[in-house]
């Protein structure tokens, strides 16, 4: 199933976002932590080689943490800072805070050796659609936040959000770009949420899905649906069981695999089966594909 997905309005959203860098001394990247190498843009290396960078890995809560802290190692080894979040819940948000001190610090640096003083360290935060970046932002900022709204110079629509007296953060909105090299990273993208669904073959994905949770994450689906889904080794009759267990038939009997894929999407990206990460870091990377 070969996904690609990138509307007109990310075109658009991608020029300002360029045009917009030139104004900030940091990005803040953040990935979703059940597939960082898929949801992460391309592009971006060359868009910010010049800038102090963070990479977030969100949604850690759902992502198998083995994989998370890996990843977050190989980022930390190419001097990029990493580190899991969970955007809803503040717990992360101290240790944020010094890991923005630490990568503004060569920045700062930089300055001071021109003679210019840096008061406010402004910081872009970019990431695909649904990864997190409204609830990050909501809960970073907490109540009381100054949206700053637009300033000359930012594009219009783009927000700087005054975290303390020495952190702003520009917000940007989703995007994904324009081609997915590889057929994997539209598959992942599908499974986290992050393209339409209403252009997705839900029924494909979901038994794309099956072939990689029995592969790598074989215990899932019988602490999940029971065990009767003990020993299958084909994603097919897995799924057909499924079907039948949660009642998705038709009239006269048949599975009905639109519903069934639902349910199966709809527990996987809740969490319901458990924390899963869909790719591996590079050094052992593979896929059911
Ligand atoms: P976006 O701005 O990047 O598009 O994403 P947004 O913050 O709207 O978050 C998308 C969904 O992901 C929301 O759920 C949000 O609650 C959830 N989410 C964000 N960060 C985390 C995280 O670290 N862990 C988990 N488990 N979920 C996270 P939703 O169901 O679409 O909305 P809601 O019902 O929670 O409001």
Redesign the pocket.
């Known amino acids: 199933m070969n996904i690609q997905w990138y509307p007109g309005h990310m075109a658009k959203a991608k020029r300002n976002i360029r045009n917009d860098l030139k104004l900030v001394d940091m990005v803040i990247e953040?990935l979703d932590?059940r597939c960082p190498d898929s949801s992460r843009n391309p592009d971006i290396d060359s868009f910010a080689k010049d800038k102090a960078r963070i990479v977030l890995l969100?949604?850690?809560?759902?992502a198998d943490s083995r994989s998370s802290r890996a990843f977050s190692e190989e980022f930390r080894s190419k001097g990029i800072y990493s580190m899991e979040?969970?955007?809803?819940?503040k717990a992360s948000f101290k240790k944020l805070d010094s890991l923005i001190s630490l990568a503004a610090r060569p920045v700062v640096e930089r300055n001071a050796a021109k003679g210019i003083r840096t008061p406010v360290i402004r910081a872009m935060v970019l990431?695909?659609?649904?990864?997190?970046?409204?609830?990050?932002?909501?809960s970073f900022i907490g109540k009381g936040a100054a949206r700053t709204g637009n300033k000359p110079g930012v594009t219009r629509g783009n927000q700087w959000i005054s975290l303390n007296d020495k952190v702003q953060l520009l917000d940007t909105p989703?995007i994904t770009w324009p081609k997915f090299e590889r057929e994997i990273v539209g598959m992942n993208l599908a499974l986290i949420?992050?393209i339409n669904d209403d252009i997705l073959n839900t029924e494909e994905l979901v038994f794309y899905l099956l072939k990689y949770l029995m592969r790598y994450y074989p215990e899932t689906l019988e602490k999940r649906y029971g065990q009767s889904m003990q020993g299958f080794e084909e994603a097919l009759p897995a799924f057909d069981e499924i079907a039948r267990l949660r009642a998705c038939l038709k009239k006269g009997g048949e599975i009905d695999y639109v519903r069934a894929a639902r349910l199966i999407l709809d527990d996987f990206r809740?969490?319901r089966l458990g924390r899963i990460t869909l790719e591996h870091p590079r050094n052992e990377k593979e896929s059911a594909g």
């Not at 990431?127 to 932002?137: L, Q």
């Open positions: 953040l932590a969100n949604k850690a809560d759902l979040m969970d955007a809803r819940s990431g695909i659609p649904n990864v997190g970046k409204s609830t990050f932002i909501n989703g949420g992050s809740s969490g």
